[in-house]
Nanobody, 121 residues
Framework: QVQLVESGGGLVQPGGSLRLSCAAS????????MGWYRQAPGEQRELVAT???????NYADSVKGRFTISRDNAKNTVYLQMNNLKPEDTAIYYC???????????????WGQGTQVTVSS
């Protein structure tokens, strides 16, 4: 079982910045992809950004040029630096990872509990 804990959410004014962190813990053997998703009220959960174990990244068009995903493999942690935030970025942000724990032969997806980001003046 892999546990993911997000932090760094909060209230910020339009144009401001936030940095989200997500730490994975458990009897982890290795982690492939890690990512951030978000869900606004009344909307479906959508992809924000993903990053592979080798550092390749992918972003939703709506956040390109404003958000940056990164990871620290030694700490099993993924980050999301969010700049020039807009009201439409308001959502609950979830991290996920595709990880293998030592006692199992396969990789499985795990999700964090989410952290609220609110962009408002």
């Amino acid at each position: 079982q892999v546990q993911l804990v997000e932090s760094g959410g909060g209230l910020v004014q339009p144009g401001g910045s936030l940095r989200l962190s997500c730490a994975a813990s458990g009897n982890i053997f290795s982690i492939n992809a890690m990512g951030w998703y978000r869900q606004a009220p009344g909307e479906q959960r959508e992809l924000v950004a993903t990053i592979t174990s080798g550092g390749s990244t992918n972003y939703a068009d709506s956040v390109k040029g404003r958000f940056t995903i990164s990871r620290d493999n030694a700490k099993n942690t993924v980050y999301l630096q969010m700049n020039n935030l807009k009201p439409e970025d308001t959502a609950i942000y979830y991290c996920n990872c595709n990880a293998r724990i030592s006692s199992l032969p396969d990789y499985r997806w795990s999700w964090g509990q989410g952290t609220q980001v609110t962009v408002s003046s």
